[in-house]
């Protein structure tokens, strides 16, 4: 599965099966009976967010479903919206990118994240004050048990902050094969998370094009993360915490012009980044794995690392964040 995680782990799998129809997975399902068999199944996405610490005894499936169709006047009239209905094989770069030429809005914001569709509907990808949840309309997908298609509502999903339904109860029950979003035909930027509006400011842009947009989020992605091709890498390995006010009011007291983005009357998001910064990680490594040294969200393999090696590194990151703030953090990648 090398080329199937975007770590550069090296690890194996029993067996390997990809499906590039909705028909051809519910034949799989029903003739392997994975469920009934108790065999050991890994759905693989783009491999961007997943973590193996060894060879996998199982069934490792993949989704090649591609396209992406507007579906609005099959729907009913949608007025400023347009429906899509994509196959989760699809890279989501090249939905976005694709969305933009369309004049489609709303995900410019989701540029440059790795992975593919179906996965943006079990993590709720997001970045720069934008998730996945906010254009998911609904999720299609097959029975692992029945081999029969089920289809659910953005509600239905229970989105959260990197988490859905298909992460909990409903992990290794369903396998996604379509996500129908809904964008807008009026683009509305969003610029005031992060450095958005200085890094536009830098281009001399006041007011931006949706490409405009797109491209500058690329840039500032390009400028802090790793390109996994060069330098192993998951992404974002930790999810940002949220924490209570009078934590983070305590914390705030200690550190002058701590980063922090309010959630609610009741909640502050703290950047995982920061902390472990804050730890003296960023650019260190242990064994060989490491702390990107650009951005300390991101852990990397620096060279024939193991699985392993990089949850020792994660853990020894946890404790260490844990002891200083007081703050449990955890991981956004799945570790198989």
Sequence with gaps: MLGHNTFGISAACDRFIEFSTESELCQLLRRERFAERGEPLLLLGGGSNLLLTGDFHGTAIHSAIMGIEDISAIEGPAGDSVLVRVGSGVTWDDLVGF??????????????????????????????????????????????????????????????????????????????????????????????????????????????????????????????????????????????????????EELAAQYAGMPHYDVDADRVKIPAGWMIDQCGWKGRSLGRAGVHYKQALVLVNRGGATGRDVLNLCEAIRHDVKTRFGIEIFPEVNIV
């Design 99 to 248: 969305c933009v030429e369309q004049g489609w809005h709303g995900a410019e914001n989701l540029s440059l994240i790795p992975g593919e569709v179906g996965a943006s509907a079990v993590q709720n990808i997001g970045a720069y004050g934008v998730e996945a949840k906010d254009l998911i309309e609904r999720v299609e997908g097959v029975e692992i048990a029945t081999g029969e298609r089920v289809a659910f509502d953005a509600e239905d999903c229970q989105y959260g902050y990197r988490q859905s339904r298909f992460k909990k109860d409903w992990k290794n029950r369903y396998v996604v094969t379509y996500v129908t979003y809904r964008f807008s035909r009026t683009f509305q930027p969003r610029l005031d998370y992060g450095n958005i509006r200085a890094a536009l400011a830098e281009r001399g842009i006041d007011v931006p094009t949706p490409q405009q947009l797109r491209e500058t989020i690329i840039g500032i992605r390009q400028a802090k993360l790793p390109d996994p091709k060069v330098l192993g890498n998951g992404g974002s390995f930790f999810m940002n915490p949220v924490v209570g006010r009078a934590k983070y």
